[in-house]
């Protein structure tokens, strides 16, 4: 299995507050995403990195913001969550070129009440 | 819109049969095709991948096929088991650069009976 690990695996939370999920790698890969996995829909892009302190916009990034100090490390932050928010959420990480596979973890359950 | 979509929700087979589970594509420009497996509580796991140079790849147990002229891939499973069941997708990349942007299909249930 590739060195994915997403924590929390599970998180419970108030509509307003602040969430931050974090992605730690050990593949020394050069891009990592996130993602949201919610039924009926495909995964979607939240955002992507393509290097420390190098981030973008996916298709859904509103009411999300990323940081990447660190290689290994993709946070996600939710500034003030909302029940639309709440989801499955996987990280991924590619190597270099656009024909490596992205590899998965198992996930963030996010819950928001 | 373009979507990457499959034409069959759940599939059940029983043990031993061959499983055959279809995706199309939209984007002719697509140059690279991914399958993952999903179980329950995890996250996808990369199966095979085929480039759109290519028609056919095989891997251990599976083989994906590409026709570009109908804008088709398919997942073939031999002698499927019951670990194999679980939800696929394929996913499809528009871009040509170091950055994927992958589209994902939103899945197809395999179900495998003893």
């Known amino acids: 299995d590739a060195g994915i690990t997403q924590s929390p695996r599970h998180k419970v939370t108030e509509t307003g507050t602040p969430v931050t999920l974090r992605c730690h790698q050990t593949?020394?890969?050069?891009?990592m995403y996130w993602y949201r996995q919610d039924p009926g829909h495909g995964l979607r892009l939240i955002h992507y990195?393509?290097?420390?302190?190098?981030?973008d916009k996916g298709e859904v990034s509103d009411g999300y913001s990323v940081s990447r100090s660190k290689t290994e490390d993709f946070l996600l932050t939710l500034e003030s969550a909302t029940s639309s928010q709440t989801s499955v959420y996987f990280c991924?990480?590619?190597?270099?070129?656009?024909?490596?596979?992205?590899?998965f973890g198992d996930g963030t359950r996010l819950s928001i009440l | 819109g373009e979507s990457v979509g499959l034409h069959l929700p759940t599939l059940s087979v029983q043990e031993g049969d061959n499983s055959i589970i279809n995706c199309a594509y939209s984007?002719?420009?697509?140059?690279?095709f991914i399958w993952y497996k999903q179980e329950s509580g995890k996250g996808p796991q990369f199966i095979i991948d085929?480039?759109?140079?290519?028609d056919k790849r095989q891997g251990q147990r599976v083989t994906v096929l590409l026709n570009k002229t109908v804008k088709h891939l398919s997942l073939q499973i031999a002698a499927t088991q019951p670990g194999d069941s679980a939800v696929y997708f394929c996913?499809?990349?528009?871009?040509?650069?170091?950055?994927?942007?992958?589209?994902f299909g939103t899945g197809t249930r395999l179900l495998v009976s003893p």
């Open positions: 991924a990480i590619s190597g270099q070129g656009s024909n490596q596979p992205q590899h």
């Open positions: 593949e020394n890969h050069r891009y």
């Open positions: 990195s393509y290097g420390v302190k190098d981030t």
């Open positions: 984007n002719s420009a697509s140059d690279y």
């Open positions: 085929i480039r759109s140079n290519m």
């Open positions: 996913a499809e990349n528009r871009m040509n650069t170091g950055f994927q942007k992958l589209v």
